[in-house]
């Protein structure tokens, strides 16, 4: 399967261009400096490793090199103050051990090994919907995936890769009906990112599926109860790490506390989608994205659908739905977008209609020539830092 190795490559070499150019508009980035909490300055022009470790990789390096704070640090007011328990411990503390073992500096590994997972999951994703839908389906997801707008994240000092490759993983192996292998990997992604309670749905449509089709086996209550405590147990997961941090400060919600020192509430944060609406593009925006949500719903109850198979299509509801409740409306919800890599699968569906479909392949390059622009775009305004007044954060 060479064709998810050359499309990431190509994709890699792009960010590599881009951001070594883009680098030269970098100001320096002294301790101290006013709306970034710099813990290692760099000068102006600082080149494309100091690029893809920049804002939140500051912290992932402070992780991999001192290890999380057993006291929690206090702002003036008595409050939580920012530190390293917000970031989930997988990729940095991955990091750290790369770096005991070969003395290479964070600035490089880091880069390398989000690099080195991307490389990995794209395979495993050709191969998901290779599997479950086709190779035309795969090999957009793809190139979509690589040429989304946020996929430098991909090889940056951020957790997007290895965010995918766990839930890639999930899913092919839950596809695989290796439930006892989807467990620990559900354990891992609980560690990586914040999302596996997204999971829930998609292990809840899978059962549905094989109830359904009377693809039960010989013990169909057996596995009824498996599957019901699998679905419990990625719920129950969602606590884990907030747990972990409580217990190591021997702080009462720590996790909670720590996270509104970005002010980030863990409650339903659906209003503030439709207040974005409504600030971008008034009451027309807001009508605009009800239609759009139910356009969204009227192809998931389609059969263009349904032929994903149920652990594609319950992470193509699922984790749309965990961003709209979940997450907040800061610059960083284009970066978790690259997750919903579902999406891709109505661009190959869109492609295969009658009216060009014979000219699907020259469209696919538009799609990677018009998501090389937005890369771009995306690297010149959230990764690299050219003044500190823009409201722009990656």
Known sequence: MWFPFAVFAVSRLFVWVSATYLSRYQIPLPIGTANIRIFYPSPADPGYLAVMTGWDGQWYRVIAEHGYPAVLPRTGWGGIDMNPWAF???????????????????????????????????????????????RWEAMVTVVATCFFIASPAFSASYTESTALLGVVGVLLLLRKRQYWWVALV????????????????????????????????????????GLGVLAAYAGALTFLWPTIVTIATDTPNAYNDTMLAWNIETKIKLYLWWDLLYNYWGVLGQVAGVLGIAAFAWFMLSRNSWRWGPEIWGWAGAYPAYIVLVTSTTPSR???????FPMALIIAWFLQLRWWRRYRYW??????????????????????VENLTDDLYP
């Open 88 to 134: 989930f411990p997988v990729f940095p503390l991955t990091a750290g051990l790369i770096m005991k073992v070969t003395g290479l500096p964070f600035t490089l590994v880091a880069p390398l090994l989000s690099t080195a997972i991307g490389f990995l999951a794209m395979h495993l994703l050709f191969k998901l919907v290779d599997q479950a839908v086709g």
């Open 186 to 225: 559900l354990l891992v992604l609980s560690l990586s990112r914040n999302v596996v309670i997204a999971m829930v749905p998609v292990i809840i449509a899978h059962g549905f599926v094989r109830w359904r089709q009377g693809d039960e086996g010989d013990h169909p209550w057996r596995l009824r109860v």
């Open 334 to 340: 284009v970066r978790y977008a690259l997750l919903a």
């Open 363 to 384: 469209l696919l390059g538009l799609v990677v020539l018009a998501g090389a622009g937005q890369m771009w775009w995306w690297t010149e305004h959230y990764l690299v």
